[in-house]
């Protein structure tokens, strides 16, 4: 990849500078179970995209700031590859960041890519809010350049789902060639139902 492509690794926020500590994309799917028994038996359980990015903390004014941003991302790929090349804007207010309490973005343009193995260049920019004081209150500009790394793609359900159910679900949303799929996890806390919950993870290949 182009060196002059590479993102920086930091946030600037208004006039203050952040490291960033880590920055992931992951991918989940809801609980049919949940959906149904607790949410809104509509609703269609979808593969879902996240990013979240934790920056390095700084003091200032004698606290310790830490800030870290999170969006759910609208995106429909083929194979998790193709999130390279996503852009996405929001004009209204869409993820959240938190610094001393979680506030919403108020707007934000997101760009993923290029790739490079499991990372992707990463340039998020927007305005927020951070409610410290007059100067670093509302509607502050915000610009993350990093390295997101693709953590893997989370399938939740229930003890009532076999391997098989978890396998299928997921792979009528996305092609599985480039993941590697792992033991599902079925010692969970329980729903007020008592039904166990369970998850399946797939790791990039």
């Known amino acids: 990849m182009d060196a002059a492509l590479a993102p920086a690794g930091r946030l600037r926020l208004a006039d203050l500078d952040f490291g960033i ?42 606290e310790t700031w830490a800030p870290r941003f999170d969006v759910e ?48 260049a990463l340039r998020w920019a927007g305005h927020c809010d951070v409610g410290w004081n007059q100067r670093y209150g509302s509607d502050l500009p ?5 390295w997101a790394t693709f953590s893997g793609i989370a399938v939740r359900g229930s003890m009532r789902d076999t391997d098989a159910d978890f396998d299928a679900r997921l792979a009528a949303a996305i092609d599985l060639a480039g993941l590697t799929r792992q033991p599902t996890e079925r010692d969970g806390p329980r729903y007020e139902s008592g039904v166990t919950m369970a998850t399946a993870r797939w790791s990039p290949r």
């Open 73 to 120: 991302i609208e995106a429909s790929p083929s194979c998790w590859p193709d999130l390279d090349g996503l852009e996405q804007a929001w004009t209204e207010p869409h993820g959240n960041v938190y610094v001393f309490g979680h506030e919403p973005l108020r707007e934000s343009r997101l760009s993923i890519g290029p790739r490079e193995g499991t990372r992707f």
């Open 142 to 146: 915000f610009e993350i350049e990093a």
């Open 21 to 62: 500590e880590k920055a992931t994309l992951s991918g989940w799917m809801a609980d049919p179970y949940w959906v149904a028994t607790y949410g809104d038996p509509s609703d269609r359980v979808a593969l879902r995209w996240s990013l979240d990015v934790a920056t390095i903390a700084r003091d200032l004014d004698e």
